[in-house]
């Protein structure tokens, strides 16, 4: 197996294992068969994730992405390609969670929950910041 295309096993395994549905539970094969809107075979998506198919089409990695909803260029395989992309994309879906839970309490609890957050933010810096004192 080629390190390309183990590239584009692991990667598309990643988003197996990493993107959820709205209730945290993992996406079946057949469902993502189904949302590519029959791009995907049964067979193919297994031999894509074994790394027994090589050099898939432009529209199966397109479907693909669409289906996980990350950048195509999520599955190139050179070396410049950033690793953060899945990670941003899956902060920017739990975000989006957050602020639609958000929306589904009072005025007060919200400001509670940014005071929480501040809280959060001044006494467990994120990586490279030093905590205020």
């Given at each position: 197996m080629t390190d390309t295309l183990k590239d584009f096993t692991d990667k598309l395994n990643m988003l197996f294992?990493?993107?959820?549905?709205?209730?945290?539970?993992?996406?079946?094969?057949?469902e993502v068969i189904k949302g590519t809107q029959g791009v995907l075979t049964r067979a193919y998506l297994w031999k894509l994730r074994t790394g027994r198919a090589k050099n898939p089409g432009f529209t199966i990695v397109q479907a693909l992405a669409d289906f996980f909803e990350v950048d195509i260029n999520y599955f190139r395989t050179d070396e410049s390609q950033p690793e953060e992309i899945v990670a941003k994309s899956?902060?920017?879906?739990?975000?989006?969670?957050?602020?639609?839970?958000?929306?589904?309490?009072s005025e007060e609890t919200i400001r509670t929950m940014i005071g929480m957050m501040e809280y959060v933010e001044k006494n467990y810096p994120s990586k490279g910041e030093s905590k205020e004192t």
């Open positions: 294992e990493k993107k959820t549905k709205t209730d945290g539970s993992k996406y079946s094969q057949e899956m902060r920017d879906e739990l975000l989006e969670e957050m602020s639609l839970r958000a929306s589904m309490f």
